[in-house]
């Protein structure tokens, strides 16, 4: 017999498992690979202006934690059929067969027995008939599978949330950048203006230099903001799934339509009749009463059907058939003590389960009024801002008409400047709060809307 090959493969075997783990060469491989994959769907995604449902819909297939929501739903599904195949036949088969090459000798070759061959195989069929725990299992097994997909939508809800809060945060750092160019450019301006006024005698130096600092701050806002920006964009690539370092250009703000003219305690009660977190938690004490079954069924015998075939064959003796059909029940009578604790605790956890969905009752009543008052706090902020800006405005137009024909100095000027700037600021930074408010308040009351392309939730 040629051992050759066997010996070669043993080496080539043993090579390979004692082989060094490098991980420096792997984090390099998963890194090299990972970002080409990366680039080419960012490149895909973002060859065009995005908006805001744009990114809304990257965002419910391409979002990290989106796809772990779903991950978690199919092994809740998975546990689901797992404890299904309790009710199905348990089947084992086994089989073995010898042949004697040579025949036997006894007695220094003084005696010899023939060549014999024995074969035997065996099939055992286990039916489950009274099996009252796995009903309850199974059962509390479903209710999980439906927790996990209300679960996966309501993730996808948030994330709605998130990547508005994200774009709207991105646009308000592009307005701001461009309000304070238009900021730095005047406060250049207006430096220069002071600086030829001090060359002249016509203006103090401590004036001159507040003008430049005056300059400087806005410059210095101006970078700041434009990194601000940079790390805005950032967050949102990151929720739609990809590099936060690329580059993405973003269409405007939507249209919004106008507000459903809908009372606190209409608002309240639909939270109450639809939020995903209530309908989990309500599946959740479900399972907690399957388990208390389940935890009771443990007191009851478990009975099986089972059939068994065995065959027999052998050289020296006739072939045997034999089979045989009965039944077989199990009842533990020394486990007593655990399933009784047992029983107890499973009672403990249902009402535990039960405050629990009480307390996220009146969680979510405080939630959906706060996000309610929200949206009115937005829109007196952005009205007061509004009309503050207006207001600093002509009074730095008339400050700056009144300096230039000498009647005021240039310190009142530019305080007056300074003022209009940073009710320049708050009014873009208000702007969106609104847009902001009604998205927090869809998702306290569980009615965000999901694009048409995810997943739908299991009723």
């Not at 783990?21 to 065009?48: G, I, K, M, N």
């Not at 014999?116 to 099939?123: E, I, V």
């Not at 209710?143 to 948030?158: K, M, S």
């Amino acid at each position: 017999m040629n051992l050759k090959p066997i010996f070669l493969s043993l080496i080539v075997l043993t090579w390979c498992g004692c082989k060094t783990y490098d991980a420096q060469q792997t984090r390099s491989e998963h890194t090299e690979d990972f970002r080409h994959d990366l680039d080419a769907q960012t490149a895909a995604l973002l060859a065009q202006p995005l908006s805001l449902q744009d990114c809304v819909t990257i965002a419910m297939t391409n979002n990290y934690e989106a796809r772990q929501a779903d991950l978690r739903h199919e092994l809740a599904r998975l546990g689901k059929d797992i404890a299904f195949s309790e009710f199905l036949p348990k089947m084992t088969l086994a089989a073995s067969a010898t042949r004697n090459r040579f025949p036997n000798t006894v007695g220094g070759g003084l005696m010899a027995f023939e060549r014999r061959s024995y074969s035997d195989a065996a099939l055992n069929v286990d039916v489950p008939i009274l099996t009252p725990s796995v009903w309850f299992l199974y059962a509390a097994r479903r209710q999980q599978t439906e927790i996990a997909a209300v679960a996966a939508h309501y993730v996808r809800q948030f994330i709605v949330l998130e990547t508005t809060r994200d774009y709207y945060t991105c646009l308000v750092q592009e307005e701001i950048i461009n309000a304070l160019t238009a900021q730095r450019d005047a406060a250049q301006e207006t430096f220069r203006r002071i600086d030829s006024l001090a060359a002249e005698g016509m203006s103090t130096t401590w004036e001159r230099e507040l003008a430049r600092a005056r300059y400087e701050d806005r410059a210095a806002a101006l970078s700041q903001a434009e990194r601000g920006l940079v790390t805005a964009r950032g967050a949102l690539l990151l929720t739609l799934g990809l590099a936060p370092d690329a580059s993405i250009t973003l269409a405007g703000a939507p249209d919004e339509s106008a507000l459903p003219d809908t009372t606190l305690e209409e608002r309240v009660l639909q939270a109450l009749s639809s939020h995903p977190e209530l309908a989990m938690a309500d599946r959740n004490v479900v399972v907690r009463n399957h388990q208390v079954r389940q935890a009771f069924c443990d007191f009851l015998p478990n009975v099986m059907g089972f059939w068994t075939g065995t065959y027999a064959d052998n050289t020296s003796m006739d072939r045997l058939h034999n089979w045989k059909l009965g039944l077989a029940g199990t009842w533990k009578l020394f486990d007593g003590f655990a399933n009784v604790a047992r029983y107890r605790s499973s009672k403990v956890e249902r009402t535990s389960a039960e405050l629990s969905r009480e307390s996220l009752f009146l969680s979510i009543m405080l939630e959906v009024t706060r996000a309610h008052m929200g949206i009115q706090d937005a829109t007196d902020a952005y009205r007061v801002a509004t009309q503050n800006h207006r207001a600093f405005d002509l009074k730095s137009n008339d400050y700056r008409e009144k300096m230039r024909a000498g009647l005021i100095p240039a310190k009142d000027s530019l305080e007056a400047e300074a003022e209009r700037d940073t009710a320049q600021v708050i009014l873009v930074q208000t702007r969106y709060q609104e847009a902001i408010a009604r998205a927090t308040l869809d998702l306290a009351m569980g009615t965000t809307l999901l694009p048409e392309t995810d997943l739908k939730k299991e009723e």
